[in-house]
């Protein structure tokens, strides 16, 4: 049985910094994983997403230069390391994987099979 477990999220002041953890159990995804989240009344927006070896990474334009995906395979594991959090940041937050190739489209926009149960983020001002 194929299991996303995220974890380390919480409450930060504006400013402040979180690291959250995906550790995927069940199976190893040889492929690109990926973060996103989810607002209240809001759609899902993508976060993030990393290659098999790490050396492909995406961002979505809003946490660029703020937010750092890392994988380490040993350990069946993603990371998104969140600095410089804004109020705006505040949603939860879910890893995906194995993100499978869609024509056309870069990994924002692969499609991702198997979903954590999500964490919540919130950065008060």
């Known amino acids: 049985q194929v299991q996303l477990v995220e974890s380390g999220g919480g409450l930060v002041q504006a400013g402040g910094s979180l690291r959250l953890s995906c550790a995927v159990s069940?199976?190893?995804?040889?492929?690109?994983m990926g973060w996103f989240r989810q607002a209240p009344g809001k759609e899902r927006e993508f976060v993030a997403a990393?290659?098999?070896?790490?050396?492909?990474?995406y961002y979505g334009d809003s946490v660029k230069g703020r937010f750092t995906i890392s994988r380490d395979n040993a350990k069946n594991t993603v990371y998104l390391q969140m600095n410089s959090l804004e109020p705006e940041d505040t949603a939860v937050y879910y890893c995906a994987g194995p993100g499978t190739k869609v024509f056309g489209k870069t990994p924002p926009g692969f499609d991702y099979t198997y979903w954590g149960q999500g964490t919540q983020v919130t950065v008060s001002s």
């Open positions: 069940g199976r190893t995804f040889s492929s690109y």
């Open positions: 990393i290659s098999w070896t790490g050396g492909s990474t």
